[in-house]
C-alpha cells in the first residue's frame, strides 16, 4: 500500500470539517458552527449509518451477492449503494416522488434499482414507500432490509461515529448542538455520546412546518401533518430511531426560511449544502435569537456556541433551491408573494378565544354561542390540549354520553394542523383539506384560528379585488 492512500472510499467517511459561520447569523452574538458532512463521500451523514447498519447486518450473516432494501429519500440509498459497490450487493430503493430527479439519478448511477411511491399517502397505506419497501423485502430471498426508521444501528452509528468525533474535534467547547430531525438517528445517537460527555449541553432538533415532531415535543399532541417541500427532516409518524427524551428544545422552520437560508450558505459562507443544512441554521439561528432573550448568550465572558449538523450537499438540489424559477413558482423568492400568507388571514380577526379544559360543556356552548364561532381551541396553561368543533358537541350530548355537565377535555379532538404566520396560503388548502382547523402558533404561542370558510372568504376577497378594474 502506498503511503497516504486509503485502502477504498469507505475509509474516508467521517473526519468532516467544523467551520464558523460569518454572514448568515442575522448578528445575534452567538457563534455557530457548522459540521460538514456534506463531504463524507457518499455526500452525506447517511455514510456513518451505512457502515454501521451494513457492519451489523455483516456481523448477523449478510453475505456478498445478497440484496440491500430500503426505503430511502435519498441519502440513505446514495450512502449504502456506494458501500454495496464496493463490497458486492445489490440494492433496491423506495422512495417519496417529492424526492429530485437528481437523487434518483444518483442511485442509479451506482446500478441500483429505484421505485417511486405515491407522497400524499398516509404511512400504512400498502402504496406508502414504507410499506413497498416492507413488501419488497418480504419477497426478495438473501436479504437486508436496512429499516433505518426502526433499526437501533441507525442512532448508534451517530453514536459510535458522530458523537466521538465532535467530541475530539471541540473537546465539548460548545453548548448546543443542533440538528434536523429525519429518523433522528443523527439526535438520538450524537445527542446520547455528547450528554454522557458534557451533561449540560443542550440538545435541539429542528422541525419542518407539516411534520408531527414539533407539537408532540412542544404540546405532547399528534396533529395532522400535511406535506412540504424541505427533504429529509420532518415525519408524519414516529420512527423508534428518534429518541424525543434527548431533546431539550425543537425548533420549527417553513419551506421558505429553509430554502433561503441554504441559498444564503452558499452564496455567502461558500458552504454549498441542501434544505435541510438551511433548515438546521435558520433553526439554529432562531435559537440563538432565544438564547439571547433568556439572557445566555454568554458563557464564562466568551459568546455562546452553537454546532449545527449540515447533513447533506447542494447538488442534488440544482433543479429546486437552486434554480430561481422553481423557488420563485413556489413562492419562495421575495419577489414572488404569492396570494400571501398565514398572517394575512389572522390579521383583523378578532383576539382568539379558548376554554380551559374543566369547563363544562354548558359554559363552552355559551360561549360559542354569544360569540358565533364554531370551534374553539382548549387550552391548558398556555398548552394545546385540542380543538371543540359543534359537531364534537353535538356528538357528545346525542350518542356520546355526555352531559351539559362534562368537561370539555372529554370531548376534545385533535383534528387539526399547526401552522405559523408565515406559512403560505397556498399551503393552506392541503392542511385543511386533511385537519379541521389550522391552529396558527408563533412563537409558542396560539395566535390564531384559520377555518375552511376563513380561507374561502380570504380567496374570495382576493380573486375579486385581482379583478377588480383600475381605479381611473
Ligand atoms: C438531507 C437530510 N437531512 C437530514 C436528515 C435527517 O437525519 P436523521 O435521519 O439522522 O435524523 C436526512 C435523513 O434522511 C437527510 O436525508
Redesign the pocket.
Known sequence: MMKGALQDISHAVGNTPIVLLHKVTGGVPVEIYVKCEFLNPGG???DR?ASNLLRRAEEDGLKPGGTIVEA?????GASLALLAALRGYKCVFVMPDKMSQEKIAHLRAFGARVVVCPTAVEADDPRSYYQTALRIARETENVFYAN?YHNPA?PEA?YLSSGPEIWQQTGGEFEVFC?????????SGTGKYLREKMPNVKIVGVDPVGSLYYDFVKQGRITKPFSYKV???GEDFFPT??NLKILDDIVRVDDRECFLMTRDLTRLEGLFV????G??VAGAVKYAQQMLERGEANVAGRPARILV?L??GGHKYLSKIFNDDWMRENGFLEDSPGIGTVRDIVQGKRAIVSARPDARLREVIDQMKTLNISQLPVVDHGKMRGIVAEVDLLRALVSGGKTLESPIAEVVEDDYATVTPNTKIELLQGVLADAKVAIVEDGGEIVGIVTKIDLIDFLAKHRASASSPPAS
Not at 440538528?179 to 443523527?186: D, K, L, P, R, Y
Not at 441542501?274 to 443544512?277: D, R, T, Y
Open positions: 452525506s451523514h447517511k449509518l430511502t429519500s435519498g441519502n440513505t433505518q441507525n451517530h440538528a434536523g430531525m429525519g429518523t433522528g438517528g443523527t439526535l427533504e429529509g427532516i430511531s428518534m441542501g434544505g435541510s443544512g433548515a438546521a449538523f447533513a447533506d
